[in-house]
């Protein structure tokens, strides 16, 4: 008879093993980010590209339209094949999408692969939360599910150092290095990651809940022993089983409901995806060179101001992994949502002391310029530490077994369609003025602490098999039991 495994053995595996499932979360990051230094290269004079505010807002955010098609049927593809083909079809992806862009000869293959990565990020974004919730014990799971968002911000912090060391080794973006332009080396420099991603992702074990659907009960039950920890897997089989089977096979059909044609969970879903993309998080990180730089800095001060962001919002989010399984979900939400409309509020006010320049740039007196920086900061600790990892915690657990997959799939589908929406306007939105841009995102971040507080129930502690009765997940907060 083998030996069961103990239970802080078993507690290192399954954090070791959503650790490597949530890399897909770091080419996530770093694939959505790496554009924020070639930016304003691409539209420059010197790359040939030369691109229009237009052309510009869409180079940026055409990773997106690759992100909702992947994240769209990505659901379907993993309940058919498994979760773990579809994360080395991702790498995959990733790979050829960081090197097809560092080496793009005009703006339209430029897109084309930026869509193939964006097929990758939006697989990884429905693949990550979903294996990690299916794999982890009740009791964790909040802070393993909060590793995908980790694993993001590293990704963005990790892409935007990059881009900042060769811009200054090359003396700016535009400029040689090794043969070709620092900005493709920016876009190459994905591949490494790639790389390590597709060879983890082979060393993992299929998800549980997968297996069971697919009849494979002996990896599954050494799935649950090894990985998860169970200690009667004869019964937890049984009750994956009977959750599979409340339904029939899993497909888009089974979102269907009464509201809006779809079931109120779906719903719930979908809008917490939007609302996390509406306050205009991305914004800070596809723009924010261009952003500090219309305000006074030059590239290399813009770059570093980047970097020191995005380090704040890997620190904020290791604290909210820390909190979010004794707090709760729903508390720090709101809490978020009080922080992003107040400092988004003030960066509205703060840029409408700008004045332009004779080279028409905004320029901010003091001191608005400081006030800008700070709260700028301040929104990205409020979102990091918040609406950022517990979106993809909440994506994990709300939906029942029967429709998890393709209930993730459409609410990630949607988050990216926010995502672009958002990335695609804000050059315009920065034209017609920057307190209307961040007015227009402190509004959606005001109207998403109304959202949680009469939408979203705690989840805390729920194991996902209880995800079967929609109620327990619409019913206000009020009436739980605290």
């Known amino acids: 008879m083998s030996q069961t495994p103990t239970g802080s053995a078993i507690q290192r595996r399954v954090i070791a093993v959503s650790i490597a499932a949530a890399l897909g979360g770091f080419l996530f990051g770093f694939d959505t980010a790496v554009i924020n230094g070639a930016v304003d290269a691409l539209a420059g004079d010197k790359s040939g590209f030369d691109l229009g505010v237009g052309l510009k807002g869409f180079a940026v955010s055409s990773a997106l339209i690759g992100c909702a098609i992947g994240a769209w049927f990505s659901g379907s593809i993993a309940n058919k094949y498994g979760r773990i083909p579809v994360m080395i079809a991702a790498a995959v992806l990733f790979f050829l999408s960081a090197v097809g862009s560092g080496l793009a000869f005009g703006v339209i293959d430029l897109i084309i692969w930026r869509v193939v990565g964006g097929l990758g990020v939006g697989a990884a974004s429905v693949i990550a939360p979903a294996y990690i919730a299916e794999v982890a014990p009740a009791r964790i799971r909040g802070r393993l599910g909060s590793l995908q968002q980790l694993a993001i911000v590293t990704g963005i912090f990790v892409a935007l150092l990059s881009d900042a060391l060769l811009a200054n080794v090359a003396g700016g973006a535009a400029e040689p290095l090794w043969g070709l332009d620092a900005w493709r080396w920016m876009f190459i420099a994905e591949a490494i990651p790639a790389v390590v991603y597709g060879i983890m ?72 995806s939007v609302f996390q993309q509406f306050v205009g998080i991305n914004v800070i990180f596809y723009y924010s060179t261009t952003l500090w730089q219309s305000v006074g800095f030059g590239e290399s001060q813009a770059l570093t101001i980047t970097v020191i962001t995005s380090v704040t919002n890997i620190v904020v989010t290791i604290i909210a992994i820390m909190l979010v399984d004794k707090i709760g979900r729903r508390i720090m939400l709101l809490v978020g949502s009080v922080g992003m409309t107040i400092s988004l509020g003030l960066m509205a006010l703060a840029f409408s002391f700008g004045e332009l320049d004779a080279a028409g740039a905004v320029t901010l007196p003091d001191p608005w310029a400081t006030v800008a920086l700070i709260c700028a900061n301040a929104f990205v600790v409020f979102f990091g530490a918040t609406w950022g990892p517990l979106v993809w915690v909440l994506l994990g657990e709300i939906f029942p077994n029967s429709i998890r997959a393709g209930a993730l799939a459409v609410a990630a589908a949607a988050q990216w369609a926010a995502n672009f929406f958002i990335s695609t306007t804000f050059p315009a939105f920065a034209q017609i003025g920057l307190p209307f841009a961040y007015g227009f995102y402190a509004f959606f971040a005001l109207l998403s602490f109304f959202f949680v507080y009469f939408k979203v129930a705690e989840t805390k502690g729920k194991e996902l098999e209880e995800m079967t009765d929609e109620a327990k997940v619409e019913r206000r907060p009020r009436r739980q039991r605290a």
């Open 201 to 272: 992702a082979l060393r993992l074990p299929e998800s549980p809940r997968y297996l069971v659907a697919k009849g494979d009960l002996e990896r599954a039950s050494d799935v649950l022993t090894n990985v998860t920890g169970a200690i009667d897997v004869q019964a937890k089989i049984t009750e994956i089983t009977g959750t599979l089977n409340t339904e029939r096979k899993a497909s888009l059909r089974d979102l269907r409901g009464s509201r809006f044609g779809l079931k109120p969970v779906v719903w719930i879903g979908i809008l917490l």
